[in-house]
């Protein structure tokens, strides 16, 4: 049974940072492309980044490009998602997301596995 966890958000100050987790197991975590999605209320699910099965490969949505770092950890089994400089406006559920390794489109509709959230809560 494919399981993803996310871990490390919460409330942060504007300018404060978060460090999320997304734990992998039941899958053959080193070939699966990984992404990080955000859901914001009344808002669509959007792609914030994403990371190649090499991790040589990664993809960010252009209002968090030079604040966010995507990293997969092999050995763990593990993504993360290191957010710098937060504004109020990333608020918003973040989920993790397996795609498998020939699925390179950030489409959400590509990834088959995903996790509960976590919620980010970016105070002004």
């Known amino acids: 049974q494919v399981q993803l966890v996310e871990s490390g958000g919460g409330l942060v100050q504007a300018g404060g940072y978060l460090r999320l987790a997304c734990a992998a197991s039941?899958?053959?975590?080193?070939?699966?492309?990984m992404g990080w999605f955000r859901q914001a209320p009344e808002k669509e699910r959007e792609a914030v980044a994403r990371?190649?099965?090499?991790?040589?490969?990664?993809y960010y949505v252009d209002s968090v490009k030079g604040r966010f770092t995507i990293s997969r950890d092999k050995a763990k089994n593990t993504m993360f998602l290191q957010m710098n400089s937060l504004k109020p406006e990333d608020t918003a559920v973040y989920y993790c997301?397996?795609?498998?390794?020939?699925?390179?489109?950030?489409?959400?509709?590509?990834?088959?596995?995903w996790g509960q959230g976590t919620q980010v809560t970016v105070s002004s």
């Open positions: 997301a397996a795609a498998p390794w020939y699925q390179t489109t950030p489409y959400a509709s590509t990834y088959p596995y």
């Open positions: 039941g899958l053959a975590f080193s070939n699966y492309n």
């Open positions: 990371i190649s099965v090499s991790g040589g490969t990664t």
